[in-house]
């Protein structure tokens, strides 16, 4: 079986496990957002693409006629024994997880959903991972292939489905994190990986100097870590792995269990602890995982393993910045603040030209989702 | 320009003992692991220094000069082969391991440093850089960055872009700019993965931060006899499905296997059809359970008889003929040449059978020896490059192997690069707009095509023609083999 909106060319694959009646949807679906990329390229409109919406607080104003992708849903295909789901980007996340851990598999980067009508395409967009990231891997470490719709209202397809590809310049992973600057996200193909047969988190009472020291000194040895997050005087780490990888790493590290572990690790993943109900500006500070305590005003919270630490902060964005900056990393204001200033910490000169050489080519007309990463692209 | 110029010109530019005109100098420059693709550059610039890269690059992007950037040489696609009116930029002379940084557990080191240079460095703090290409003594990461280099634990551990942290990179106007950071990510686009698997086209990699992995506490390896490709290929789908996430995961077919126990005497089972080397890593009970069970898989889909390693010399035994599979297999053939697609997992068997058959119809063995954890094929066709012909009907029979990993749901290549070889299987891959994104994504690191020009991407005219060409579509090659 052979589907008329795909181009007639060799690639049988992606034609394998359709249902024909749901094509026919599918195909007036991604037809029309050409139609209506190619009509806003040519009038210089700009558009605002948005799947679930739960990630609206995030990045710059945005600007544009709302493009509604939340409607394009499916799974196109998966194979537990591939390791491999390819879903549509209107797909809520939570309906993913759901049919992947019916088999006993997972989207490993533990995407936060901030609301239950966070699409797969919206986490592909904004580059989200959860506490699990330093341990497994970020989205982008999982991305195998895109399909989008760049800003000529091109229907383009990179990657793929298998495990190694490097045919091509990586356009996948360029999608994510991109802020559907470069190009209108329709379908994504993810490696997903195994449920850990065994999952526990152990608690100690750590100072924040000595909580970044242990996180590190564990994070170098072979121990099944899959999160680590210090808070108020609390360092928890959870362990996941085989029935006996968990059990000898819990001899060994000791510690106090904390039985309510997987409730903290999915309330710190969607920014659910009281630590977030501030109302300060939030900070993400990205930093080398074992810097020392920043000491910068506001309430800290760390996360991978001391690499991610929230501040929540009545300080100027300058002086965060600069802190920040100074060990080596970079801060973004997650939520609150002026947002028609930077929001992802400003580029060195010469990457921002790269930026805009690469919004050009994907973007000529500029129309996708503009200034929502920076003013400029 | 004519060569004499710019030979005085790059002189102003670099020390004497950093450039090579002279024609037997240059020889050894002439191609990369690809040996049928030869090219003499005009001239060979060796730099010691970053500002003397910057130099350089500024000169050829105002007079229009290609420049390749080379490592090691080991590339199989011709990606490091030499453009006759261009420039070789080797980067042997960075081979310095800058910082260990052993509590970020990080590594900063120079491009023209060895793979394996950096696990041996750190191996004292229980370290290690985890991809491990076949020839990881010899290749450099900074080419390992360009093709995205793979290895057996990739499986477990990921490729070259899932274990780089940061790139220096020097643009072709000689601008310096840093890709990815010492922090999990950077602002804006991710820059670090385009660079990655890019072939040398995008920017002259200077410098590499890679992530380092504590080193498992033990690892064990089986080794599993097949008669049928089906049983093995089930065996490895079993293995994925079951949860498990082995090291390695790795097969070998007959003639793989006869010519590696004539190379390394590693006890292979010779008249066996399919061998599995399979490495499970972790704590000491955690690998006994993993190999009971994979073990009991192997056996329920017909393996004739499992060998498990019982000692640390055992396990590198197991191993020492797959990574010698190249060179022994050289020593059968008087040539031979390596094909690299991926496939789906489940199409093992069936792409198999299709290069048995196409094998049978060009009259050329081929060997096959590959990462079957992740569907990544390396068949090996054996040729005699002193026949007449017989380097054409590799090449074709190449090609049409690659199509048929496009046709399984696969792509022409996993991680040796699209290089020279593998433009016209490019066309079969990508449609005419993508080819022009890829285009275009060049063009706004490299207005002026300086850097490896005429590689990795075909231009939309030479894909026209190589379409009108072929059989396509239609009228396959093998209409018997059924399409998947
Ligand atoms: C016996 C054998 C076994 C192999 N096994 C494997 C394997 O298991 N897995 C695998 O992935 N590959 C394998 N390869 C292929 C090859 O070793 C890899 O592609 C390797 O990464 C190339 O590294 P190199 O330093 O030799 O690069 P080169 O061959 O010198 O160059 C390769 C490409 O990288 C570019 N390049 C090199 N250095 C830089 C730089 N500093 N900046 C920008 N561009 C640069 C070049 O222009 C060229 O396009 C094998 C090759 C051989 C000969």
């Keep these: 079986m052979r589907c008329t909106f795909m181009r007639a060319n060799s690639r049988s694959q992606r034609s394998s496990g359709f249902d024909a009646t749901e094509l026919m949807g599918v195909a007036d ?3 029309r957002l050409v139609e209506r990329i190619r009509e806003a390229n040519a009038l210089g409109t700009p558009l605002r693409i948005t799947g679930g919406d739960t990630k609206h607080f995030l990045g710059r104003q945005p600007r544009g006629e709302q493009v509604d992708v939340s409607g394009h849903t499916g799974v196109l295909s998966y194979e537990p024994t591939e390791l491999v789901v390819t879903v549509r980007a209107g797909t809520p996340i939570a309906e993913v997880q759901a049919m992947l851990n019916g088999s006993g598999q997972c989207l490993a980067f533990e995407p936060p959903d901030f609301g239950s009508a966070a699409t797969i395409g919206g986490i592909v967009a904004s580059g989200l991972s959860g506490p699990c990231r330093p341990y497994l891997g970020s989205v982008r470490d999982f991305v195998l292939g895109v399909t989008c719709v760049n800003g000529s209202g091109e229907w383009l397809h990179f990657g793929g489905q298998v495990m190694k590809n490097v045919a091509g310049y990586d356009v996948s992973r360029l999608m994510v ?52 997050c210090y808070l108020t005087n609390e360092l928890r780490i959870r362990l996941s792995g ?16 904390d039985p309510a572990g997987s409730l903290f690790w999915r309330a710190l993943r969607e920014q659910q602890l009281p630590f977030f109900e501030s109302t300060d500006v939030l900070w993400r500070l990205a930093v080398p995982p074992a810097t020392p305590p ?7 919270l760390l996360d991978w393993g001391g690499a991610q630490r929230w501040l929540s902060s009545r300080q100027g964005d300058e002086a965060i910045r600069a802190a920040v900056q100074a060990v080596g990393g970079h801060a973004t204001r997650f939520r609150g603040g002026d947002r028609s200033l930077s929001v992802f910490h400003p580029l060195a000169p010469g990457l921002a030209t790269l930026h805009r050489n690469l919004k050009n080519a994907f973007d000529p007309a500029g129309i996708l989702n503009p200034g929502r990463l920076y003013e400029e692209i | ?104 557990r990080t590594a900063r080191v120079q491009p023209g440093v060895r793979n394996l240079a950096i696990s041996e460095a750190v191996a004292h703090l229980g370290l290690y850089y985890a991809p491990d290409p076949s020839s990881q003594i010899a290749c450099s990461i900074g080419g390992n960055v360009a093709e995205n280099a793979g290895g057996i634990h990739c499986l477990k551990y990921g490729l070259t872009v899932h274990n780089v942290l940061k790139l220096e990179v020097v643009l072709t106007n000689g601008q310096r700019v840093t890709l990815g950071g010492d922090t999990p990510d950077t602002p804006g686009y991710d820059l670090l993965a385009l660079l990655n698997g890019s072939e040398g086209m995008l920017g002259i990699v200077t410098e590499v931060t890679v992530r380092l992995l504590p080193r498992p506490v033990t690892a064990q390896a ?14 490895v789908a079993a293995v994925i499905a079951s949860g498990i996430v082995p090291a390695g995961l790795e097969m070998m077919d007959n003639l793989a296997i006869r010519a590696a126990e004539e190379f390394a005497a590693c006890g292979y089972p010779v008249d066996a059809a399919f061998i599995l080397i399979c490495e499970l890593d972790g704590t000491e009970s955690e690998v006994s359970q993993q190999v009971e069970r994979v073990t009991g898989l192997f056996l329920e889909k017909g393996a004739r008889e499992v060998r498990i390693s019982r000692s640390e010399d055992e396990r590198l035994k197991f191993w020492s003929g797959r990574k010698n599979a190249f060179p022994a297999v050289g020593r059968i053939s008087p040539d031979y040449y390596c094909i690299d697609g991926t496939i789906p997992r489940k199409q093992l068997g069936n792409v198999l059978k299709g290069i048995a058959s196409l094998s049978e119809q060009y009259g050329l063995r081929v060997a096959n020896v590959f990462h079957a954890g992740d569907g990544n094929l390396h068949p090996l066709i054996l040729y005699d490059a002193s026949q007449p012909d017989e380097f054409r009907r590799t090449e074709e029979l190449g090609g049409q192997i690659l199509e048929l990993c496009v046709h399984a749901g696969g792509t022409i290549t996993g991680e040796h690069g699209v290089g020279v070889e593998k433009l016209n299987q490019m066309c079969v891959q990508f449609s005419e707009p993508e080819l022009q994104q890829f285009h275009a994504l060049k063009n706004a690191f490299d207005p002026r095509g300086v850097l490896n020009p005429g590689k990795a991407v075909p231009t939309l005219a030479r894909c026209a023609e190589f379409n009108a060409m072929h059989v396509h579509a239609g009228q396959l090659p093998l209409p018997e083999i059924e399409r998947f």
Excluded at chain 1, 242 to 257: H, S
Excluded at chain 1, 294 to 300: A, V
Aim: charged residues 20%; proline residues 7%.
């Design chain 1, 242 to 257: 085989t029935e006996a990888g968990v059990a000898a790493a819990v001899r060994d590290l000791g510690g106090a269990q």
């Design chain 1, 294 to 300: 920043l000491g910068l005003p506001g309430d800290t």
């Design chain 1, 177 to 228: 994190g991109a802020m559907g600057t470069l190009g209108a996200i329709l379908d994504v193909s993810f490696k997903v990986l195994p449920v850990p047969e065994a999952e526990q988190t152990r608690v100690y009472e750590v100072s924040e100097d000595i909580a970044i020291a242990k996180m590190n000194e564990w994070a170098a040895q072979p121990l099944p870590l899959s999160a680590a």
């Design chain 2, 1 to 104: 320009m004519r060569a004499p110029e710019l030979i005085a010109e790059l002189r102003r530019l670099l020390p004497a003992d950093c450039l090579l005109s002279d024609v037997e100098a240059l020889r050894p420059y002439e191609c990369d692991g690809l040996t049928a693709y030869r090219e003499l550059p005009l001239a060979v610039v060796i730099p010691t220094d970053v500002d003397q890269i910057c130099n350089v690059m500024r000169y050829c992007e105002t007079h229009g000069l290609p420049v390749v950037a080379r490592g090691a040489g080991t590339s199989l696609s011709g990606g490091a082969r030499p453009h006759k009116d261009g420039i070789v930029l080797s980067l042997a002379r960075f081979n310095q391991i800058l910082a260990i940084d052993p509590t970020n």
């Design chain 1, 29 to 31: 679906w991604s037809e």
């Design chain 2, 222 to 235: 089986l080794l599993a006899v097949f008669d049928e490709v089906t049983q093995a290929g089930d065996a």
